[in-house]
């Protein structure tokens, strides 16, 4: 039996620990475990998953297909859009989708509540980023 791809690897890796590491810093923050258990599995807040997840992909792909090849230009450019629309456009939405909310309590409507999805600063995408870059070097020294 073959053993898991270390692309998957790197990547499973990389989610879960920035997604248990948003847990703590949450529960940390508001001190309080049981309310924090959402952060194990949504969008948003310290350390981007997102931005972990390509960037640990991107230092794999550079280290075993060499960083001239196409598919790490390929990973670079992947990884750059999901790290902007992570603090741009996802951001940018979730700050739409607050405001909406705010508005619809506010004038008591009718309307359901929309999910708010919620996107990421500039430091939760480069604390994610840093993540994703000592997971990749981790899971190539694993995998060497």
Do not use: C
């Not at 629309?85 to 940018?92: E, G, I, W």
């Not at 994703?132 to 694993?142: D, E, H, P, R, T």
């Amino acid at each position: 039996m073959n053993a898991l791809s270390p692309y998957i690897l790197t990547v499973l890796i990389a989610w879960f620990a920035a997604q248990g590491l948003k847990y703590i810093v949450s529960s940390v923050k508001h001190r309080n475990f049981k309310e924090s258990l959402g952060q194990l599995y949504l969008s948003g807040d310290m350390p981007s998953a997102h931005s972990a997840t390509v960037v640990s992909l991107l230092v794999l792909i550079g280290a075993r297909e060499g960083f001239n090849s196409a598919i790490f230009g390929l990973a670079a450019l992947f990884s750059a859009i999901v790290m902007y629309d992570a603090m741009m456009v996802r951001r940018s939405s979730g700050e739409q989708g607050r405001a909406l909310t705010q508005l619809l309590v506010s004038t008591k409507s009718d309307i359901r509540l929309p999910r708010v999805a919620k996107g990421h600063t500039p430091s939760e995408v480069a604390a994610g980023a840093i993540l994703g870059l000592f997971v990749g070097i981790i899971v190539i020294l694993a995998t060497s």
